[in-house]
């Protein structure tokens, strides 16, 4: 398929240790976003990258917090030292250029134990 | 900071009745405006979006939303829904400030249960 595609879809991990959520975009999609969604809540902006740069770091909670992107491809987001308010469905999304529609991925969701 | 509200939290209806959810926003500037979708099991998927021109947007599915500038808002609409449209339903917004270029503010999701 030519979706955004995330890994691995669940993550259990123990308080305090760290995670690397990936994110494969639409090919050819230059602009790249990462939100969270806790429960009962709605998503909310962590990161977005256009091209391997991040203009928009404003929504990272804390600074254990941080996303680096190879080129135009794929995009991975760690979070050290986890705590148990970490537990969320993290997003990805892609849109061909920045303020065009974004296409979701299916998810990664973290749960810390 | 834009904010993105969305009032009903959980929707009821039989099928075949209308459908109407409500989508305000705060920033007075340019904006793009979208409606997502999430059926269970499935990730978020486009059901419509208006970036200029006639304020009244058709999507998939038979839905539609008109966007009333004067009164920040974004309502979606279905005149006849079906069980299929049991989903969760949410609101997004973008706008044209140039620190938060490209992020999509969204609304807390409404579910949509529809009886058969």
């Known amino acids: 398929g030519a979706g955004v595609s995330q890994s691995p879809s669940n993550k259990v991990t123990e308080k305090g240790k760290d995670v690397e959520l990936r994110c494969d975009p639409i090919s050819g999609h230059t602009a790249l976003y990462w939100y969270r969604q806790r429960l009962g809540q709605g998503l909310e902006f962590l990161i977005y990258f256009q091209g391997n740069s991040a203009p928009d770091k404003s929504g990272l909670p804390s600074d254990r917090f941080s996303a680096e992107r190879t080129g135009e491809s794929v995009s991975t987001l760690t979070i050290q030292r986890t705590q148990q308010e970490d537990s969320a469905v993290y997003l990805c999304?892609?849109?061909?250029?920045?303020?065009?529609?974004?296409?979701f991925g299916p998810g990664t969701r973290l749960l810390v134990l | 900071a834009q904010s993105v509200s969305q009032h009903n939290h959980h929707v009821i209806l039989s099928e075949a009745a209308s459908l109407e959810l409500g989508c305000n926003y705060s920033?007075?500037?340019?904006?793009?405006l979208f409606w997502y979708v999430q059926y269970p099991g499935q990730h978020l998927q486009l059901l419509l979006k208006y970036f200029s021109g006639d304020p009244l947007v058709k999507g998939i599915k038979g839905f539609e939303a008109e966007f009333i500038k004067s009164k920040f808002s974004f309502n979606l609409r279905k005149p006849s829904v079906q069980w299929s449209d049991t989903a969760e339903y949410f609101c997004a917004v973008n706008d044209d400030r140039g620190s938060t270029l490209g992020r999509l503010y969204f609304g807390r999701g409404t579910q949509l249960t529809v009886w058969p």
């Open positions: 920033y007075g500037g340019t904006v793009n």
């Open positions: 999304a892609s849109s061909l250029r920045y303020q065009e529609t974004q296409y």
